[in-house]
């Protein structure tokens, strides 16, 4: 032991040698190339890297090149929270018009779980469908006077009616439909395909949410943040929710009084500052800083330029229908999908609750359909006219269905109401690798139970990784000593509605 | 640098790592087990071949060395000393794609480097040792007595594998460093002073402990520690509502600053309420379990709820104290960990006791304590007090007043109101079937056999006069259901019949008494008084008021005829019942009588005059408190006193009463029996289990009943394997920004192999000899070389080398918790209040966030004036949408152990223009431009106070070009400062002009965004 380092155990606080010094000048000559030397390198080093350290918007997924050619670039995922009523909407069942007020015919029931709501359905009555059903377009889809708007766009859609699910509750049903588990705290699978693909977008999280509610609605649920978690995925891949005002982003603006120019050279200041430090402590760390302060200054500006519907032309806006230019709405969340599709968003999850009708069939189903039916149908139309529906995925569809029964007073018909049901229900996916005009799987004849070709939850995950280039099987994060996946350890890609 | 030289610096660099690859060949001779071979084998073949029976392939185990040695019919997997003849090698590196192992399909592959260490392994005997967070904690030999061990077993290595040792770090930089990490709160410029003044010896020390003995210690350590504890305001999911868990937040704040141990911190928490003579605080500690969520969600199914909440409470303390993932076990074997899924449901026995049950969503489920801040505390503390001061006082004053109690009790008989009630006092009192006891002021008691129904008489000599009716009266006693009125099933009676008999002379026959009406205290439904005397047996009077009796009762009866008593006369009354309901028969009472026209139950409110008719010996202990009073309310003095005190009691009970209610452990009297769930359904019913702990783990100590109280002591138990271990490894993540073990929340076959396994035992065995000190464990910490190093990084190869600091070269540099970059933005502008504990408060957030997402049902109130500047731990937290400015902290809907650290543009737009940091920034400047008078100093002043250290010229550069643009902007439109230095509810007084204030306080907004304030270095 050096005299030097034996003092140094009886005061740590000695003097340090002057070789330190010059240590420290060297180093900071070896950092000093900032933006285009080594400092880049450290910097791209650190954005392929999983760790803690940090990432901005834009990088490669965990995957690198993908499985398999991907038929879509990107999702949006219309989530109906609340589970829509498939015997109503989609599902046409003539003989529920003939079993109409009769007890549940025995022989569907079998043992099944219904909600405390239902407890047991042994007796319940059948009820028919609210409103009559037609055939549309080429492929002859089912659709009922609910839909007018989407009935004229299924030559594009793939109905599946033969989804089924495990829970029988909203918030277990719909986390287990976005994170392949009932219980919260696993990534969704916005998360996984941020993850998994990584972003395309600069100044836009890769992945983002939405949410809106149709007004006068009794039994809105609500939009736990769970369901866009990134769960044991770091952070940066969950869903960033963008709010449904005007200020999309909490704490975009500056503060009142500070303008943009002071705002900008005193970013400029900052991030000299930090190149300052990062010469002198070398933390590669503060080259993502610097790179994290630029990025938000440019969501700053990208954000209300976003938001600025003025350079739609007009035809667009009224496509949308009447509420397109009010902010928290789905029609305003559908159009804002579409541009930041355009942007390089890669998951768009629109989530809009209010579809939970237990006793307002007759009522606030109208309303509920008026709020999202001709959005839905102008979001597949704006990106069939774009040409941007052959590389974008959407999704319509909720949790679960509803009780081919009613809940509630058959003789009073305002009150006309139908309960959770796990065991059919119908969701529709277009464009990005999906065969147009096609109705797959099928419900039995009373929309009880799906019988044929019957496609689970995380057959239906499976599938729209499949769509995005990715092996749902290969698709794994390591987290208390296991290698997790979307799709637990289940899932068959439906091939038969891909293209 | 030349490029010459540069090329050497890139040759040390690539000769580095060849020289690194060549000894780490040379170091391969000696595989380990435990370092190489395990993780191999656990990552890549137990999920088939491992501890999940149901799971597994061709009979074949991996993870026991009795599986790895089985014979598989001539041959065995693993052949010792014999990679060629082991059949698990044959199959890693068969060209066969079918016999190929691990599966093509299973997505797992083993590298050629790891076929060649399974190779050497089994060259080298194929010696097999346990996992080794399951094996004793050992305590490593440290021989040099001169050094601090944790710098001897860090540095040992680091010498060995060529690591260059960055030094001590300047004592600014340390100062800062350590008030972040054990206060959460930067240093004071007072703080720093003194610590650089400190030039003796021990200075460091002397500042640790200064610094372990701050109230803003226990905040700091309490944040973590409410993270795993899922602690929140709400109750989360639908409906989301609020609880009011916080006083259990406060005992954890104050249990670190007590320095309670660990293991009592422990045990409190997890079985407290179990303890011998539990004290409160003991049972308020038990709130740690019922932190969990609570689903209010309608259709939710109660029993469904009831058994994920003690699935939570069971992985909680899996992950808290094992770092096992028990959660893997919940619906089959665990995959890579021995434990079974029967050992699962085994822990989950000793928590499925509790009676909370799942319907509702009430945030206050029961079982609950009301327990008070410590302001509400010391009010009671307070109030007790002076109670007890009064108590004193008016016996003394009784005391003074000797027999003047007796003169005015003979006045107050002498003028005694006519229609005062008499007492009876029974010559004999028989039954049917039970005994009937006499006792004091004429009361009648059943004892002996509890029979269905039963008649009594009771014979009471009379004086002579006149008799206008009788009154019963129904009085608790101990001995009675619920201290109630009879030994029924709810210590209700049913009186059915009632009889009044005269008899004027021993010679004379009895005459039964007419009774013409009756009044009651109370009546229970048709169960009424006048039913006493309708002639029908089946009817009667009961009480019943559908709660446990409290109070006692009475009857009056008119009679149709006053009666003429002559001398010697005597009464006879039977009282019948013969009610459905059984055992109601009432067993404590007395009659008295009136001469009263009307006799009614008010005519002697209280009893007083009853009571002073009362011979002193007769009188009951109610009847002599009932004189006390009533002498003591004619003495004024004594009145005076009696009336404070009785205030003071009101007071108390309202004290008491406002206390706020927190869930807390109990267990139910009869034991629920617990059953393995199938595939973790609650209704899905598999064998029975009785509480017990896992095989691979120590047994639960002889002297240990098996409930919580037992598991919780056998985890503190000193050859526990894991909990040691777990919890330092816990502390070190604090300090360092990742642990020993990385993996923090998995201590499993799975975890990461440290790459200080000597070290972590080393602490873990001194944490045990300290009897589990938290205080000295953390100090013996920080005292040590390895912790106060510089974090600097002294070249990129350094960096590339060990980007995460593993090997502990250098001090961490890492971002500070949100949390604490608000608490550290608060306490450098000067507007922190520090005030600690309490209910939460609600500072800034932007509006709508919780209407939103509850659709305007939760309405957000922010809070004003002192309460905005409260430390984050105080912050409400709203569940389901926790507080927006906080980001990367954990979600407080499960246990998390393990901090996440991310970058999103988000957060720092959150620095950059949340309201608390351009308020943070106003104040700071207020204070800046207040303190100093030049510019120059100013900015230095803004700066010590922000970083704890002086500029570098080339930073002041900076700043000053900052503030000019800053200044520039607010000349040029004077409105725009005024609107800049609106943000937030303080106000201060200045002297300076608006733009002045506003260019200083953009440039402290700055300054507080700076990379450097944001982490810890």
């Known amino acids: 032991m050096t005299v030097d380092q034996a003092w140094r155990i009886l005061d740590p606080f000695a003097p340090k040698p002057v070789q330190d010094r010059q240590l420290a000048i060297n180093r900071r000559q070896f950092f000093s190339r900032g933006a285009t030397g080594i400092g880049t390198a450290a910097l791209a080093g650190l954005l392929g890297r999983d760790s803690l350290l940090a990432t901005p918007f834009k990088q490669g997924g965990a995957l690198g090149a993908s499985h398999l050619p991907p038929k879509a670039k990107r999702v949006i995922y219309l989530f109906q929270n609340g589970a829509p009523t498939h015997v109503d909407l989609f599902d046409y069942k003539p003989r529920l018009h003939k079993l109409h007020g009769t007890p549940v015919p025995e022989e569907y029931l079998g043992g099944k779980r219904f909600s405390t709501m239902t407890g047991n359905p042994k007796g319940k009555l059948m009820l028919e469908p609210v409103e009559p059903f037609q055939q549309h377009g080429h492929s002859g889809a089912w659709v009922s006077e609910f839909m007018p708007h989407t009935a004229k766009v299924v030559d594009d859609l793939c109905f599946i009616k033969s989804m089924h699910t495990e829970a029988v509750n909203h918030a277990p049903a719909i986390s287990f439909l976005l994170s392949g588990s009932e219980m919260p705290g696993r990534p969704t699978m916005g998360a996984w395909l941020n993850y998994g693909l990584g972003s395309s977008s600069e100044e836009l999280p890769g992945f983002v949410v939405m949410t809106s509610i149709s007004k006068g609605t009794s039994c809105g649920q609500i939009f736990y943040d769970f369901y866009w978690g990134s769960g044991f995925l770091p952070s940066r891949f969950q869903g960033s929710r963008f709010r449904g005002s005007r200020d999309p982003v909490l704490y975009l603006k500056n503060p009142d009084g500070m303008k943009p120019e002071l705002r900008r050279g005193l970013l400029d200041d900052l991030a000299r500052l930090n190149q300052l430090k990062y010469e002198q402590v070398g933390d590669p760390e503060i080259q993502t800083r610097i790179a994290q302060y630029e990025m938000a200054y440019k969501m700053q500006t990208s954000v209300p330029e976003l938001t600025d519907f003025s350079d739609e032309p007009e035809h667009v806006l009224k496509m949308y229908g009447p509420q397109v230019k009010e902010p928290g709405t789905f029609a305003y969340n559908c159009l804002m999908a579409r541009r930041l599709a355009e942007r390089g968003v890669n998951f768009i999850q629109c989530m809009h609750a209010g579809w939970d009708q237990h006793n307002s069939l007759t009522t606030e189903l109208y309303n509920q359909c008026r709020d999202t039916d001709q959005p839905s149908a102008a979001l597949v139309q704006d990106l069939k006219m774009r040409g941007m529906l052959d590389d974008t995925l959407v999704i319509w569809g909720g949790e679960f269905g509803r009780t081919p029964f009613i809940q509630g007073d058959i003789r009073n018909r305002k009150r006309w109401g139908r309960d959770h049901h796990p065991y059919a229900f119908t969701v529709w996916m277009a464009g990005g690798g999906i065969k147009p005009g096609m109705t797959y799987g099928a419900s039995d004849d009373l929309g009880f139970n799906a019988v044929e070709n019957k496609v689970h939850v995380h057959d239906f995950q499976a599938t729209v990784m499949h769509l995005l280039g990715i092996d749902h099987e290969k698709l794994t994060y390591r987290f208390q000593g296991r290698h997790f996946r979307l799709t637990d350890v289940h899932g068959h890609v439906v091939k038969e509605i891909c293209t | ?1017």
């Open chain 2, 1 to 1017: 640098m030349t490029k010459q030289k540069y090329l050497e610096t890139k040759f040390v660099g690539l000769l580095t790592v060849v020289l690194w690859g060549t000894l780490c060949s040379a170091n391969a001779k000696k595989v380990s087990f435990e370092r190489d071979v395990r993780p191999i084998l656990s990552d890549n073949c137990f999920h088939c071949h491992g501890p999940d029976a149901k799971e597994r392939k061709a009979k074949l185990r991996l993870d026991t060395k009795v599986g790895v040695l089985a014979d598989l019919g001539g041959y065995s997997a693993v052949a010792p000393g014999d990679p060629a003849k082991s059949e698990l090698i044959l199959r890693i590196s068969s060209d066969d794609r079918e016999d190929r192992m691990p599966p093509h399909d299973s997505n797992r592959h083993l590298s050629q480097k790891e076929i060649e260490l399974l190779k050497e392994w089994i060259a080298g005997g194929a010696k097999w040792e346990g996992h080794w967070t399951f094996e004793p904690i050992v305590r490593p030999v440290v021989k040099d007595k001169k050094r601090h061990p944790i710098d001897i077993l860090v540095d040992t290595r680091l010498k060995k594998e060529n690591f260059k040792v960055n030094p001590i770090a300047d004592r600014e930089t340390l100062v800062r460093r350590l008030m972040l990490d054990l206060t959460g709160l930067p240093p004071t410029t007072e703080q720093i002073q003194t610590f650089l003044a400190d030039k003796k010896p021990g200075a460091w020390e002397r500042l640790v402990d200064r610094t372990l003995a701050s109230s803003a210690y226990g905040e700091r350590m309490a944040w973590d520690w409410l993270e795993a504890a899922r602690y929140a305001d709400t109750n989360g999911y639908q409906g989301d509502r609020e609880r009011t868990m916080w006083p259990w937040r406060d005992w954890v704040v104050k249990a670190f600053n007590d320095n309670l141990p660990y293991d009592k911190f422990t045990i409190w928490q997890l079985a407290g309420d179990l303890l011998p003579d539990a004290t409160q605080e003991q049972i308020l500690a038990t709130g740690f379990n019922r932190n969990h969520m609570i689903n209010g969600e309608g259709g939710r199914i109660a029993e469904e709820n009831r058994v994920e909440y003690v699935f939570d409470m069971t992985e909680t303390m899996g992950t808290v104290w094992m770092g096992l993932t028990l959660n893997c076990a919940r619906c089959h074997d665990h995959k890579f960990d021995p434990l079974l899924q029967s050992e699962y449901y085994q822990f989950n026995a000793f928590f499925n006791q509790t009676p909370a049950n799942g319907g509702g969503g009430d945030p206050f489920t029961k079982p609950v304590l009301q327990a008070g801040s410590s302001a509400q505390n010391e009010e009671l503390v307070k109030l007790r007090k002076q109670i007890l001061a009064f108590e004193k006082d008016i016996d003394r004053r009784q005391g003074e007043q000797g027999d003047a109690q007796a003169k005015w009790e003979a006045r107050m008989l002498k003028d005694k109101p006519a229609n005062d009630w008499q007492r009876l006092f029974p010559k004999k009192a028989k039954a049917d079937k039970q005994t009937l006891q006499i006792l004091q002021s004429g009361l009648v008691y059943a004892s002996g056999e509890n029979p269905d129904k039963d008649e009594y008489q009771v014979v009471y000599p009379l004086e002579e006069g006149k008799i206008t009716g009788f009154k019963l009266e129904a009085v608790r006693h101990p001995k009675m259901t619920h201290g109630g009125l009879a030994r029924s099933d709810s210590g209700n009676f049913v009186l059915t019949d009632l009889r009044f008999n005269i008899r004027n002379s021993a010679v004379d026959k009895l005459v039964p008494l007419e009774v013409a009406s009756a009044s009651a205290t109370y009546e229970q439904g048709p169960l009424k008084v006048s039913s006493t005397f309708d002639n029908n047996p089946a009817s009667g009077w009961a009480v019943w008021a559908g709660k446990p009796i409290d109070r006692d009762h009475a009857a009056a009866f008119r009679l149709k005829k006053s009666i003429k008593v002559a001398k010697g006369a005597e009464l006879e009354i039977t009282l019948k019942f013969n009610s459905q309901h059984k055992h109601h028969n009432l067993g404590h009472f007395r009659f008295s009588s009136t001469a009263t026209v009307t006799p009614t139950l008010k005519s002697d409110k209280g009893g007083l005059i009853t009571a002073l008719q009362t011979q002193p010996d007769k009188r009951s202990p109610s009847d002599k408190k009932n004189i006390l009073e009533a002498f003591a309310a004619q003495d004024e003095s004594l009145s005076a006193m009696r009336k404070k005190q009785n205030e003071l009691e009101a007071k108390l009970k309202k004290t008491k009463a406002s206390f706020p209610k927190v869930m807390v452990m109990a267990d139910m009297p009869k034991p629920r029996q617990t059953f393995m769930l199938e595939r973790g359904l609650y209704n899905q019913r598999g064998k029975p289990v009785t509480p017990a702990v896992p095989s691979w783990l120590p047994p639960l100590p002889k002297t240990e009943k098996p409930n919580r109280l037992g598991l919780a002591r056998w985890l503190m138990e000193p050859n526990h394997p894991l909990t040691a271990r777990v919890t330092v490894n816990r502390f070190w993540q604090m300090l360092f920004g990742v642990g020993l073990v990385k993996t923090t929340e998995n201590f499993g076959v799975q975890t990461e192999y440290p790459r200080y396994p000597e070290l972590l035992d080393w602490l873990a065995a001194e944490f045990l000899e300290s009897g589990w000190n938290v205080k000295a464990l953390v100090r013996t910490i920080i005292t040590s070389e390895t912790y106060r190093r510089s974090s600097t990084i002294s070249s990129f190869a350094e960096y590339e080398r060990d980007p995460e600091n593993r090997y502990l070269a250098r001090g961490s540099r890492f971002r500070l918790p949100s949390w604490m970059i608000r608490d550290q933005a608060l306490a450098v502008s000067g507007l922190l209040n520090p005030q600690m504990g309490g209910k939460s408060v609600y500072s800034y957030q932007p509006d709508g966030i919780w209407s939103e997402a509850t659709f305007g049902k939760k309405r957000f109130r922010q809070d004003s004036g002192k309460s905005l500047y409260r430390r984050s731990l105080y912050t409400y937290w709203r569940r389901i949408i926790g507080p927006t400015l906080f980001f990367d902290v954990a979600k407080r809907q499960v246990c998390e152990v393990k901090p996440l650290r991310t970058n999103t543009p988000m957060h720092a737009l959150t620095v950059m223009n949340d309201v608390t940091y351009v308020e943070a920034g106003r104040a700071l400047a207020d204070l800046v431009l207040k303190e100093a008078k030049e510019n120059e100093v100013r900015l230095r002043l803004a700066v010590r106070k922000v970083l704890g250290r002086e500029p570098a010229p080339e930073e002041l550069d900076v700043f000053r070009q900052s503030l000019r643009r800053a200044l520039d902007s607010f000349e040029k439109d004077p409105g725009s400062a005024d609107r800049f230095l609106s943000h937030g509810d303080s106000k201060t007084e200045s002297e300076f002009p608006p733009v002045t204030r506003a260019g200083w306080a953009a440039l402290c907004l700055n300054l507080l965004n700076l990379d450097e304030t944001l982490n810890k270095e």
